[in-house]
């Protein structure tokens, strides 16, 4: 089992509110530094890992059970150069992670986004809630030693572009740190 000690590469969580941009950064972070993207609401789908239909929230609830088997092997691995998007992080094992980013957005743009996605009035009521009261950055606090959480902005493409360059700095800052320990 993989811990930051032993890792190789850092395992990157992008989480944030839906319609914050995690799936394009993570997957341009991914690019940058050839590592593995693992995109949740992909592997859930294309894997069969959701349980029941939520009427509410028009969407299949994610069986975490199986998700956190599914993917455990790739992220105990040693070889680490993992970065997972999803929009929350309570149900990952500390160990798991060396980076975690929680990307923030403006009310109004996060509206705006996930209007144009479709969503439905509730579930855009319930995310830019979740926005307003810092949820999934207070989730990432709370899950994750403060020192490797980084909240950053995501409304514009400049700040999209910045936090690209600050993610890979913080993996070099990893991969420095841990290459001088060994």
């Given at each position: ?5 032993t ?65 455990s ?43 144009s996605?479709?969503?439905?009035e ?35 493409t ?25």
């Amino acid at each position: 089992m993989a811990t930051p000690e032993t890792r190789r590469r850092p395992n990157i969580l992008v989480t944030g509110s839906p319609g914050t941009g995690k799936s394009t950064l993570g997957q341009q972070v991914a690019e940058k530094l050839g590592f593995v993207f693992i995109e949740v609401s992909k592997e859930v789908r294309e894997n069969n890992l959701q349980g029941d239909f939520d009427e509410q929230y028009n969407c299949h609830v994610l069986d975490e059970d199986k998700l956190l088997d599914h993917i455990s092997d790739r992220l105990d691995s040693d070889e680490g150069g993992i970065v997972v998007d999803y929009h929350g992080c309570d149900l990952f094992p500390e160990r798991w992670f060396d980076v975690v980013v929680v990307l923030r957005c403006p009310t109004e743009k996060l509206y705006d986004r996930l209007q144009s996605r479709g969503y439905s009035e509730f579930k855009i009521k319930e995310n830019v809630e979740c926005e307003i009261f810092g949820t999934l950055l207070e989730e990432a606090r709370e899950s994750y030693s403060e020192d490797i959480v980084h909240e950053l902005q995501s409304e514009t493409t400049e700040q999209m572009e910045e936090n690209l360059e600050r993610i890979c700095e913080l993996a070099g800052e990893f991969k420095n740190e841990h290459t001088m320990e060994q």
